[in-house]
């Protein structure tokens, strides 16, 4: 079964702080690559996805994400974040298992952005 | 468009009470899902469902049941509810296998 690793549970940065958040996954056959964010009381929204093609993906709100095959990681990137960035990120990998692609998240990374 | 919609949005349940969960979705998606959040343990996948009729058996099934009688509700059943089913439950729907998916606002269930 494949799983996912999300290294770092808490971060804690200063506005304008660079971002960059851990994804990690365990599924040697094609993956479609996904984060989501959870705002504060809030439902889980897609950031952005990756499916073929280009390596690095823009999402909303200035975040990207690098996919390194070799490395099965699945990266997210912001150069500076603001306040409104606190929120809980998910990463998720969807890989075929048996005769369906089941969606399988990580723990997810509590970020706190202090203004 | 709604999108994903849960009712109720809260509960409180003794245990072994009984209780349905229900998610909506006007999307016209072939594939729902039922996940519970906890704290630390992200989402973990209940069950799932890939067109009307069918259902199948996600990572923690125990305790839950469901059912998809019509493509654009997807029920999740509590048959006796223990504390440990304590949790935020959230319902997502896909058009595709492959596709992103479309989350509810949530339904947060207390079991005391």
């Known amino acids: 079964a494949q799983s996912v690793s999300q290294h770092n549970h808490h971060v804690i940065l200063s506005e304008a702080a660079s971002l960059e958040l851990g994804c990690n996954y365990s599924?040697?056959?094609?993956?479609?690559l996904f984060w989501y964010v959870q705002y504060p009381g809030q439902h889980l929204q897609l950031l952005l996805k990756?499916?073929?093609?280009?390596?690095l993906v823009k999402g909303i709100k200035g975040f990207e994400a690098e996919f390194i095959k070799s490395k099965f990681s699945f990266n997210l990137r912001k150069p500076s974040v603001q306040w409104s960035d606190t929120a809980e990120y998910f990463c998720?990998?969807?890989?075929?298992?048996?005769?369906?692609?089941?969606?399988?998240f990580g723990r997810g990374t509590s970020l706190i952005v202090h203004p | 468009n709604a999108g994903v919609t849960q009712t109720p949005k809260f509960r409180v349940l003794k245990t072994g009470q009984s209780m349905t969960l229900l998610c909506a979705q006007d999307?016209?998606?072939?594939?729902m899902y039922w996940y519970r959040q906890d704290p630390g343990m992200g989402l973990r996948l209940i069950h799932y469902?890939?067109?009307?009729?069918?259902?199948a058996k996600g990572e923690v099934p125990d305790g839950y049941n469901v059912s998809r009688l019509k493509k654009q509700n997807f029920l999740l059943g509590l048959e006796s509810a223990a504390p440990s089913q304590t949790s935020v439950y959230f319902c997502?729907?896909?058009?595709?296998?492959?596709?992103?998916?479309?989350f509810g606002p949530g339904t947060r269930l207390t079991v005391t």
């Open positions: 599924y040697g056959g094609t993956v479609n």
């Open positions: 997502a729907s896909r058009a595709g296998q492959v596709n992103e998916q479309y």
């Open positions: 998720a990998v969807n890989a075929r298992a048996g005769g369906s692609y089941i969606p399988t």
């Open positions: 469902s890939v067109g009307e009729g069918t259902t």
């Open positions: 999307m016209n998606h072939e594939y």
């Open positions: 990756y499916f073929s093609g280009d390596p």
